[in-house]
């Protein structure tokens, strides 16, 4: 095998063989399958340090001590695509030449692919191609005790950031909608700028040539499903990872974001009911808004009294997300979003909301 990058701590290393990528580390051996050689075309070895930051920082905390970054940026943006309806409603509104690609959990898992693929074929017909790269990374958490999962969230497009030189990359998109960003844990606004996850990733990123680019983190997950709709793709998506096409009715993720695409639940299902009774209440925003609605206070009879909060601006765009993102990719973004979904006013109930304030 032949190495790319080593600690010199001799904590983690990088190895190639013809297009498998391998990081060994105190935490397990992992793989990636890539769509090129990285032995005989190579990585940037800031995009190697950045992806050991994304897999390992929260076990070691002096990764990228001494490192100086000095990786141009790329021309053109990539999008962590899950196969879901966030992501693909962030595809709608970035460039047509966007690079979308996949991370395929490679090892054996519960998670379904066959949502994604449906789609992926579905694209490849209308000549939009979806990278898929595999790999088993996710499994570095079970040296800690942890569940599989992405270490961190930029973990979660460690396969753009392996890839950036290979296909060009200046930014790297995320699906993250207004509950991620602007609300902490879905109900309680915040300054996301002024964010942990902002202050921690933006500097990083940009300081190797990858800027990051939230398409939709000025818009909730009910506007994600209209913009899904409105690019014809209503019916192809899913975003269920327990099941084909078109779900299966009985999971969180068909009750709150599929039943907006006329798709039946079981709002009786074990996981439904069981999210619908913690407090705060999973989701919280938009599964409020959902209820009103539907007028289905009965499934929260405790929560009656936010009836009168205002959330009319949950179909609505939050206008300061623009300023998030880069210049170059901007005025596109805009453009595309203000076609679809109506500037959130000023005054929106929503902005500064606390919907539980006595959780910590
Ligand atoms: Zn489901």
């Given at each position: 095998m032949f190495v790319l990058l080593a600690d010199d701590?001799?904590?983690?290393?990088?190895?190639?063989?013809?297009?498998?990528?391998t990081f060994t580390c105190k935490e397990g051996t992992v793989h990636w399958r890539l769509p090129f050689r990285p032995a005989a075309a190579g990585i940037h070895p800031d995009l190697l340090m950045v992806a050991t930051q994304a897999l390992l920082s929260p076990w070691h905390k002096d990764l990228l001590e001494g490192w100086t970054p000095s990786r141009p940026r790329g021309e053109k943006v990539g999008l962590a695509f899950s196969g879901g309806i966030d992501s693909t409603a962030a595809m709608s509104l970035l460039p047509e030449d966007t690079v979308l690609v996949y991370h395929r959990r490679s090892f054996k898992s519960n998670?379904?692919?066959?949502?994604?693929?449906?789609?992926?074929?579905?694209?490849?017909?209308?000549?939009r191609r979806v990278h898929s790269v595999p790999s088993n990374h996710e499994i570095l958490r079970q040296h800690h005790r942890l569940p599989n999962g992405f270490s961190t969230d930029v973990a979660s497009a460690v396969h753009l950031i392996l890839t950036a030189d290979h296909f060009d990359l200046g930014g790297i998109a995320?699906?993250?909608?207004?509950?991620?960003?602007?609300?902490?844990?879905?109900?309680?606004?915040?300054?996301?700028?002024?964010?942990?996850?902002?202050?921690?990733?933006?500097?990083?990123l940009s300081s190797v040539g990858l800027d990051i680019v939230l398409p939709i983190?000025?818009?909730?997950?009910?506007?994600?499903?209209?913009?899904?709709?409105?690019?014809?793709?209503?019916?192809?998506?899913?975003s269920c990872l327990r099941a084909s096409f078109p779900?299966?009715?009985?999971?969180?993720?068909?009750?709150?974001k599929h039943t907006l695409?006329?798709?039946?639940?079981?709002?009786?299902?074990?996981?439904?009911?069981?999210?619908?009774?913690?407090?705060?209440?999973?989701?919280?925003?938009?599964?409020?808004?959902?209820?009103?609605?539907?007028?289905r206070w009965d499934l929260v009879p405790d929560l009656a009294h936010m009836k009168n909060h205002d959330l009319s601006a949950w179909t609505m765009h939050y206008a300061p997300a623009f300023d998030l993102l880069p210049d170059w990719i901007r005025d596109h973004v805009k453009?595309?979003?203000?076609?679809?979904?109506?500037r959130m006013p000023d005054d929106a109930a929503l902005i500064g909301q606390d919907l539980f304030p006595d959780a910590p």
């Open positions: 701590r001799q904590r983690w290393s990088w190895q190639a063989k013809g297009k498998r990528l998670l379904q692919h066959r949502g994604a693929d449906r789609l992926f074929r579905h694209l490849k017909k209308a000549g995320f699906g993250m909608p207004i509950d991620n960003t602007y609300l902490w844990h879905g109900h309680r606004w915040r300054e996301f700028s002024e964010s942990g996850w902002w202050r921690r990733w933006v500097p990083l983190g000025g818009i909730s997950q009910a506007s994600t499903v209209q913009l899904v709709q409105e690019a014809g793709l209503g019916d192809v998506v899913s779900g299966c009715g009985r999971c969180w993720k068909c009750f709150h695409l006329g798709r039946p639940a079981d709002l009786n299902a074990r996981e439904i009911q069981t999210f619908l009774a913690k407090r705060p209440l999973k989701t919280a925003t938009h599964v409020l808004w959902w209820i009103g609605q539907h007028d453009q595309a979003m203000e076609r679809s979904i109506p």
